[in-house]
């Protein structure tokens, strides 16, 4: 173990010792677009593109800095600075390279450049195209300084980082009402579980005195009851519940799809949501003590899976679609992380990196394509006119909904494999019905985007886009093909790597078969794949008319189970009146009552004191000599 921070050998690997450039490189970035962006124009871009790719060249250096130091050595400490001393307790500035934060770097910094170039492309001519890779750099900044913290202190400054970054670029076009409003729900709303969060942080230090994470690791099972460790897993989740999007708190992700689309990629890919996942894992060792945190964990993913699976099947907008999949699959990294999977839960997290910022880029390419335009109503027969585009998105579609070899298949199958062969029968059978859903409404989109006739004069004269877009979906469809090759079973790749880090993937010896396991697996994804075929490609069934038939069920899914409309009737409403009440009654009619009260009782005594201050000398004699004369009497009288 090499630790500059607790006084031992430094590294002699000199590529270790630079680990603060990959956060550095694009503070850089943002802080020379934030001031200087105007002069430089388009070359404010490429500037952005250059920090990233800078970034990743680094981070590969460190990661295999870490690769060639011995398996049971392989971690790295960077002291960067003192930070908070307050009594016993001492949080520094320090960056931590493990495992799990050098495959989190990677996929941060590689999908963020790949993005990068694509919004290059997809900004030009935008009014403020500058402005907007200063925040793009920043939000890739504080989401390495969030996986590359050595404590939850460091954690957290990335984690309300990327709160602020994503209020940034969600609302980037704020001068329209819907997107400034889409820009403060995701910041109020995550602010719920960030507060929760803290306070978790709070009982962390009061149970540890700390917030380094090799001292709550190493004390963890000796310090905490198991009462304690579910309040702090319990809290900690709430935070992730919050930036990932689940369940009761993710009725913001949909709704940020008012960003510009490399923001949406952005933010589903490499950074904010995939952060939840990361947190959870890293702090397992507390996690693990707690089988109600890891049931509460498991249950939510699942559940958050499903329900989101049926809302995407009711969207028309191609990018709200991939907003309620995101969650979705967000949802079963939590069922992997609950079943203590953690690797699969991380493999799953690369997988979808891949996948989904490649449809995310790829529905900006069909945007772009065809001025703007987002319903899958007036789309089809795009594979015609942007063939890239059509073929990579329709690559990643099937790598999300689960077919073999690409990375889906490998990810989902090894959660629902983890959960059967241990006998967890309930979460299989859900997680399958999930995996279903998935592959229904991936195959509905590409069979009305992509496939059939054009169902509108837009799609009839849609074009591809410039190579600066389609070169990075290309880029991106190798990766979905090809990152199964990191499987998470015990031999896989990814497996051993973490394995120091997130223990061995738990493998139960009861079960379905391995071939008959498959066999299923396979039936579930073509079953949803040609369900979607008959409906919405064949041209057999009229998907319109059937809508029209079952308008309950749709408006139902088309509305996210009326969840804001709850929240608005419960919370959103109340809240305004008890604000009008506070401002309108109580601050208005009490507060300031009290307060114009007292200024006119001075008034009013003013008054009296400029009939009694008249000037003149004679007044002042006068008042002289009877104040002398009612002094003799009162004293005569006392005598």
Same mark, same amino acid.
């Given at each position: 173990?090499?630790?500059?921070?607790? *006084?031992?050998?430094?590294?002699?690997?000199?590529?270790?010792?630079?680990?603060?450039?990959?956060?550095?490189?694009?503070?850089?970035?943002?802080?020379?677009?934030?001031?200087?962006?105007?002069?430089?124009?388009?070359?404010?871009?490429?500037?952005?593109?250059?920090?990233? #790719?800078?970034?990743? !060249?680094?981070?590969?250096?460190?990661?295999?800095?870490?690769?060639?130091?011995?398996?049971?050595?392989?971690?790295?400490?960077?002291?960067?600075?003192?930070?908070?001393?307050?009594?016993?307790?001492?949080?520094? %500035?320090?960056?931590?390279?493990? &495992?799990?934060?050098?495959?989190?770097?990677?996929?941060?910094?590689?999908?963020?450049?790949?993005?990068?170039?694509?919004?290059?492309?997809?900004?030009?001519?935008?009014?403020?195209? *500058?402005?907007?890779?200063?925040?793009?750099?920043?939000?890739?900044?504080?989401?390495?300084?969030?996986?590359?913290?050595?404590?939850?202190?460091?954690?957290?400054?990335?984690?309300?980082?990327?709160?602020?970054?994503?209020?940034?670029?969600?609302?980037?076009?704020?001068?329209?009402?819907?997107?400034?409003?889409?820009?403060?729900?995701?910041?109020?709303?995550?602010?719920?579980?960030? $507060?929760?969060?803290?306070?978790?942080?709070?009982?962390?230090?009061?149970?540890?005195?700390?917030?380094?994470?090799?001292?709550?690791?190493?004390?963890?099972? +000796?310090?905490?009851?198991?009462?304690?460790?579910?309040?702090?897993?319990?809290?900690?989740?709430?935070?992730?519940?919050?930036?990932?999007?689940?369940?009761?708190?993710?009725?913001?992700?949909?709704?940020?799809?008012?960003?510009?689309?490399?923001? +949406?990629?952005?933010?589903?890919?490499? $950074?904010?949501?995939?952060?939840?996942?990361?947190?959870?894992?890293?702090?397992?060792?507390?996690?693990?003590?707690?089988?109600? /945190?890891?049931?509460?964990?498991?249950?939510?993913?699942?559940?958050? !899976?499903?329900? /989101?699976?049926?809302? &995407?099947?009711?969207?028309?907008?191609?990018?709200?679609?991939?907003?309620?999949?995101?969650?979705?699959?967000?949802?079963?990294?939590?069922?992997?992380? =609950?079943?203590?999977?953690?690797?699969?839960?991380?493999?799953?997290?690369?997988?979808?990196?891949?996948?989904?910022?490649?449809?995310?880029?790829?529905?900006?390419?069909?945007?772009?394509?065809?001025?703007?335009?987002?319903?899958?109503?007036?789309? *089809?027969?795009?594979?015609?006119?942007?063939?890239?585009? #059509?073929?990579?998105?329709?690559? =990643? !579609?099937?790598?999300?909904?689960?077919?073999?070899?690409?990375?889906?298949?490998? /990810?989902?199958?090894?959660?629902?494999?983890?959960?059967?062969?241990?006998?967890?029968?309930?979460?299989?059978?859900?997680?399958?019905?999930?995996?279903?859903?998935?592959?229904?409404?991936? =195959?509905?989109?590409?069979?009305?985007?992509?496939?059939?006739?054009?169902?509108?004069?837009?799609?009839?004269?849609?074009?591809?886009?410039?190579?600066?877009?389609?070169?990075?979906?290309?880029?991106?469809? @190798?990766?979905?093909?090809?990152?199964?090759?990191?499987?998470?079973?015990?031999?896989?790749?990814?497996?051993?790597?973490?394995?120091?880090?997130?223990?061995?993937?738990?493998?139960?010896?009861? *079960?379905?078969?391995?071939?008959?396991?498959?066999?299923?697996?396979?039936?579930?994804?073509?079953?949803?794949?040609?369900?979607?075929? %008959?409906?919405?490609?064949?041209?057999?069934?009229?998907?319109?008319?059937?809508?029209?038939?079952?308008?309950?069920?749709?408006?139902?899914?088309?509305?996210?189970?009326?969840?804001?409309?709850?929240?608005?009737?419960?919370?959103?409403?109340?809240?305004?009146?008890?604000?009008? %009440?506070? !401002?309108?009654?109580?601050?208005?009619? %009490?507060?300031?009552?009290? @307060?114009n009260g007292i200024g006119s009782a001075f008034r009013r005594l003013a008054g009296v004191g400029r009939n009694i201050q008249?000037?003149?000398?004679?007044?002042?004699?006068?008042?002289?000599?009877?104040?002398?004369?009612?002094?003799?009497?009162?004293?005569?009288?006392?005598?």
């Open positions: 173990m090499v630790a500059e921070s607790v *006084g031992l050998v430094p590294d002699p690997n000199q590529a270790m010792q630079v680990l603060w450039l990959v956060p550095l490189l694009p503070l850089v970035g943002a802080v020379i677009n934030l001031f200087v962006s105007k002069r430089l124009g388009k070359a404010a871009g490429w500037l952005a593109v250059v920090m990233m #790719a800078l970034s990743f !060249a680094v981070a590969v250096l460190a990661v295999k800095g870490l690769l060639d130091a011995p398996e049971g050595e392989r971690l790295f400490l960077k002291h960067l600075s003192d930070w908070i001393s307050v009594g016993s307790l001492r949080v520094n %500035f320090d960056l931590r390279l493990d &495992a799990l934060s050098a495959t989190m770097i990677l996929v941060v910094t590689g999908i963020g450049t790949l993005i990068h170039v694509y919004a290059i492309g997809y900004m030009d001519g935008d009014g403020r195209f *500058g402005r907007f890779f200063a925040y793009l750099n920043l939000f890739v900044f504080f989401m390495l300084m969030l996986v590359l913290g050595a404590n939850l202190l460091v954690l957290y400054l990335g984690w309300e980082g990327v709160g602020l970054c994503s209020y940034l670029l969600i609302g980037f076009w704020f001068d329209k009402t819907a997107n400034a409003n889409a820009a403060k729900k995701a910041f109020v709303t995550t602010r719920v579980g960030d $507060t929760l969060m803290l306070v978790g942080l709070a009982v962390v230090v009061m149970k540890f005195g700390t917030l380094d994470y090799e001292v709550i690791f190493g004390a963890a099972g +000796s310090t905490l009851t198991k009462s304690a460790a579910t309040v702090i897993s319990l809290l900690l989740f709430a935070g992730a519940v919050g930036k990932s999007a689940q369940l009761p708190l993710h009725v913001w992700l949909p709704d940020a799809m008012a960003g510009p689309t490399p923001v +949406s990629a952005l933010i589903h890919a490499a $950074t904010m949501v995939t952060a939840g996942v990361y947190l959870v894992v890293r702090m397992h060792p507390v996690f693990d003590l707690s089988p109600v /945190a890891l049931t509460v964990v498991t249950v939510t993913g699942l559940v958050t !899976a499903i329900y /989101a699976g049926t809302c &995407a099947l009711g969207q028309d907008d191609i990018k709200r679609v991939l907003a309620y999949s995101t969650i979705s699959q967000l949802g079963f990294m939590f069922l992997a992380a =609950g079943l203590k999977a953690y690797s699969a839960a991380i493999f799953f997290l690369v997988a979808h990196a891949f996948y989904k910022a490649l449809m995310f880029l790829g529905a900006g390419s069909v945007m772009h394509g065809m001025h703007e335009e987002t319903d899958l109503k007036v789309m *089809g027969g795009l594979w015609r006119r942007m063939p890239y585009t #059509a073929i990579t998105f329709t690559l =990643g !579609a099937l790598a999300l909904s689960g077919v073999p070899p690409l990375a889906g298949f490998f /990810a989902k199958d090894a959660v629902l494999e983890i959960a059967q062969s241990n006998s967890e029968w309930g979460y299989y059978f859900l997680g399958t019905l999930a995996a279903f859903i998935s592959a229904l409404y991936m =195959g509905r989109l590409i069979f009305l985007a992509f496939y059939g006739t054009a169902r509108s004069e837009a799609a009839e004269h849609a074009h591809e886009s410039p190579p600066v877009m389609w070169i990075p979906l290309v880029l991106l469809a @190798v990766g979905a093909v090809t990152v199964g090759a990191l499987a998470t079973h015990p031999e896989g790749l990814l497996a051993t790597f973490l394995e120091p880090i997130s223990g061995l993937v738990p493998e139960g010896s009861e *079960g379905l078969s391995t071939p008959v396991f498959y066999v299923v697996a396979l039936l579930v994804t073509f079953g949803g794949l040609g369900t979607a075929w %008959f409906v919405y490609g064949s041209g057999r069934v009229d998907w319109l008319s059937l809508r029209v038939r079952l308008a309950p069920l749709h408006r139902l899914f088309a509305n996210g189970w009326y969840i804001d409309e709850y929240y608005a009737a419960l919370i959103v409403t109340p809240g305004k009146a008890i604000a009008a %009440f506070t !401002a309108y009654r109580i601050d208005v009619g %009490f507060i300031d009552g009290i @307060v008249t000037g003149f000398v004679r007044t002042y004699a006068a008042a002289v000599f009877v104040g002398a004369i009612a002094i003799v009497v009162y004293v005569g009288f006392r005598l």
